[in-house]
C-alpha cells in the first residue's frame, strides 16, 4: 500500500506543488491548510509522513507539531519541516522538535522527493493497528464480526455502499471487507468505483451465490478472497491475517 503523506502549508500555491510531485510518484498525499487542520488528520487517518511548514498564522509548524506528538498517532510520526528560513536557530529548532529534517523554500523537487525517501528508508514504518473496513447491510452481523475481530484489528463497520464510500475518501483502510449483494448500488457498481480510486486496496468479497459464480462474474475487479455466506467470523479472521501480512 502506499505510503500516506500529509503535507501542512497556509500557502495553496506551495501546497499544490508539493502535492503534485509526491502523487507523481505514486505516494498517497492529503493536504491541510493550517496547523489544526493537520492535527485533526493525524488524529482521524494513519500517516507515515508529516510535512510542515514552520510559518503559519494562528498555530507554527513547532506548535503544531507538539499537539500532534500528543497523539497517539503522532507520537512517533516521522516529520520534515518546510522553512524559508536558512539561520542556525532555525535548525536547532527543527532538531529540539524531533524532526527529521527540514527543507527549505521554495521547494525543489529533487530535493523533496531524496528526503523523502530517506525518511522512509531510515525510519521504521509506524507501529499501529491495521483497519478492515466492513460493509454490510446485517447489523447484527455486523457487530458479532466487530466483537470477534477487533482485538487483532482497528474494525469500521458500515451498513451501505454510500457508506463504505465516504469512510475511505476521508480515511485510509488497510482491508475493505464487502457483501456481495452491496456490489450494484443505485445502479452504480461499488466494487468498480472502489477498484477506480483504490486499485491495490484489498477486498474480501462475501456472497451467498454459488462462489465460482460470483468469481467468474468479478474476475476484472482482482478482489482478493472470497467467502460463502453465512461467513465465519474465524475463517474471516484467518482470511484478513493472510491478507494483511503480504502488507507489513
Known amino acids: ?26 505516494y498517497e498525499v492529503v493536504g491541510a491548510l493550517s496547523g489544526m487542520q493537520a492535527i485533526h488528520i493525524v488524529q482521524e487517518a494513519k500517516v507515515d509522513l508529516l510535512l510542515l511548514d514552520i510559518e503559519m498564522p494562528a498555530m507554527s509548524g513547532f506548535s503544531a507539531l507538539e499537539q500532534v506528538r500528543l497523539l497517539p498517532n503522532g507520537k512517533h510520526l516521522p516529520t520534515i519541516f518546510f522553512t524559508g528560513r536558512q539561520d542556525r536557530d532555525t535548525v536547532k529548532c527543527c532538531a529540539a522538535a524531533g524532526a527529521e529534517g527540514y527543507i527549505t523554500k521554495p521547494v525543489e523537487k529533487n530535493m523533496l522527493l531524496g528526503q523523502v525517501k530517506e525518511v522512509f528508508l531510515r525510519c ?14 446485517d447489523v447484527e452481523f455486523l457487530k458479532q464480526l466487530k466483537l470477534h ?55 474480501v468479497l462475501m456472497s451467498g451465490e454459488n462462489i465460482e459464480e460470483v ?8 478482489v482478493s478472497a472470497y467467502l460463502s455466506r453465512p461467513v465465519n467470523p474465524e475463517v474471516l479472521l484467518q482470511t484478513l491475517q493472510h491478507l494483511l501480512s503480504k502488507l507489513d
Open 149 to 203: 475481530l477487533r482485538k487483532h484489528y482497528k474494525v469500521i463497520v458500515v451498513n451501505s455502499g454510500k457508506s463504505a464510500m465516504d469512510y475511505l475518501n476521508k480515511h485510509s483502510a488497510d482491508v475493505i471487507v464487502l457483501d456481495d449483494s452491496m456490489r450494484e448500488e443505485n445502479g452504480e457498481s461499488l466494487l468498480k468505483e472502489i477498484r477506480q480510486n483504490w486499485s491495490s486496496l484489498p477486498i
Open 1 to 26: 500500500m502506499a505510503k500516506r503523506i500529509l503535507v501542512v502549508d497556509d500557502d495553496m500555491m506551495c501546497l499544490k506543488t508539493v502535492q503534485k510531485y509526491l502523487a507523481d510518484e505514486g
Open 124 to 137: 521504521p514504518a509506524q507501529q499501529g493497528e491495521q483497519t478492515v473496513l466492513i460493509a454490510d447491510q
Open 215 to 222: 468469481k467468474e462474474r468479478c474476475q476484472e475487479l482482482s
